[in-house]
């Protein structure tokens, strides 16, 4: 038997807080067993779940691994505004005139991630 990804992890200094963020850009939900101060939070959307764990480390530097998100209702620029406004930073913006490219951004801890375009946008 093979194993499958349950979840993908990440250390943070306040797991709640990261997990709404998150739970904000994927339109999910955190766990009904996770609170406020909780040292872990659990968030789950269509396709993914995505569990944060407090942890007494500050992040110092890039990530090696890192999500491409997808949007599936909005364009990429939408859908980097949207999550600007809850919370995230500009790492790196590689969009090219032609329309093609993505945005890196920084969730309110400083995990980056890419925005790229939507299927729509891609003519698939």
């Known amino acids: 038997m093979t194993s499958l990804v349950r979840h993908l992890t990440f250390d943070c200094s306040d797991a709640y807080a990261l997990g709404q963020f998150w739970a904000g850009v994927l339109d999910g939900k955190i766990s009904d067993e996770d609170f406020p101060g909780d040292p872990?939070?659990?968030?789950?959307a269509p396709g993914s779940a995505l569990l944060f764990v407090t942890v007494p480390d500050a992040k110092i530097v890039k990530n090696r691994v890192h999500m491409d998100l997808q949007p599936q209702d909005r364009t990429?620029?939408?859908e980097v505004e949207r999550i600007l406004a809850l919370g995230a930073?500009?790492?790196g913006d590689h969009r090219n005139p032609d329309g093609t490219g993505w945005v890196t951004l920084a969730?309110?801890?400083?995990?980056?991630?890419c925005v790229e375009r939507s299927a729509a946008e891609r003519g698939k």
């Open 76 to 78: 990429r620029d939408e």
């Open 40 to 44: 872990e939070a659990l968030v789950t």
């Open 89 to 91: 930073t500009v790492v």
């Open 107 to 113: 969730d309110p801890e400083g995990n980056e991630f």
